[in-house]
């Protein structure tokens, strides 16, 4: 359906998720990983005083720059269109106030901010009353991606579900008439874009060195997750340069999906590895930093050379691993 409203009525959008192909609390756990990742330690203990709290302290460590963030190309179109034309828009979020308002002023047509503080996370519930309070009843129009969305689309008069998560789009169909509800589909499927970041080419060179599938599924595992930590760790120079960008800078994957996979593709190898044999629990740790320097290196080069090299010196790892 096309999607039409009256240009009085104000549209609210989200931010992670929505706006943004991204989220800013990963995004900023990103940034100290590479620059200050002893900041990550304390993380626990901010979440344990409360999620708004640890928004605010990680922000103060991780600024973001809204220039390289990966928008929704879609529902930005859109939102400039409506701005255009004199319609009112808001940004409403759990992103923190200042995050918040500096990617706003980056677009400069939100007329105003609402965001997380240090006591309240504007999420959920707390984003109805704070929108119903503006707004009442059906007098807002509202942009989501997530469940906890379901309470404003419970209250606004027409939804945008927009590159939802799974499940949210029968959430939102179920509350809203077809005629109140527009839906920005995803440009690009996660199942692929999962594929893609594995680099399954990559898992080739395994198979001339080791007899059994076991073995050759772990290294696999093993040279996907250090490829993954790659993307993390290159995030930023990927999306200033805009050179063999990964899935995760574009935003096509969430980075928490980073996060777990490169966590979990990376300690179940290397327990195996040590456990094994002494020998090749020590080969792998030396060539993880190693491949990761190599990694950086060859990133700006032609996707072809920079396989070659990295396929070389998975040969050269194998070698040594397999002696």
């Known amino acids: 359906m096309l999607l039409t409203s009256p240009s009085s009525r104000p549209l609210v959008l989200d931010l992670d998720g929505t706006l943004l192909r991204t989220d800013t609390f990963h995004e900023m756990m990103v940034q100290v990983l590479r620059k200050k990742p002893w900041v990550l330690f304390l993380l626990p203990f901010w979440l344990w005083k409360s999620r708004a709290y640890a928004k605010v302290r990680l922000a103060e460590y991780a600024p973001l720059d809204p220039t390289i963030l990966p928008y929704n190309p879609a529902l930005l179109a859109f939102a400039e269109k409506e701005a255009k034309s004199g319609r009112p828009l808001l940004l409403a979020t759990g992103t923190n106030q200042k995050v918040a308002e500096s990617i706003a002023s980056h677009f400069g047509f939100f007329q105003e901010v609402i965001g997380s ?130 899935q995760f800078a574009e935003g096509h994957l969430h980075l928490i999906t980073a996060f777990s996979l490169s966590f979990l593709l990376l300690s179940c190898p290397l327990l195996v590895f040590i456990l094994r044999a002494p020998w090749e629990g020590f080969i792998s740790l030396v060539y993880m930093p190693f491949f990761m320097t190599l990694d950086r290196l060859t990133r700006p080069l032609h996707p072809g050379i920079r396989w070659i090299i990295l396929g070389l010196s998975q040969l050269l790892a194998l070698s040594l691993f397999t002696s």
């Open 117 to 246: 503080d240090t006591k309240t996370n504007m999420t959920g519930l707390k984003k109805q009353q704070a929108l119903l309070t503006r707004f009442g009843p059906q007098g807002f129009d509202y942009a989501g991606d997530s469940p906890i969305d379901a309470y404003i689309w419970q209250v606004c008069a027409k939804a945008l579900v927009v590159h939802p998560k799974r499940g949210v789009l029968k959430v939102a169909t179920s509350l809203k008439d077809p005629s109140d509800l527009h839906y920005f589909p995803r440009e690009r499927k996660r199942p692929r874009a999962l594929l893609q970041s594995l680099r399954p080419l990559s898992w080739s060179f395994s198979l001339w060195f080791f007899p059994s599938w076991p073995l050759i599924l772990l290294w696999s595992a093993f040279t996907s997750s250090l490829l993954i930590t790659g993307d993390l760790l290159n995030l930023h120079q990927a999306r200033v340069s805009k050179l063999h960008s990964s």
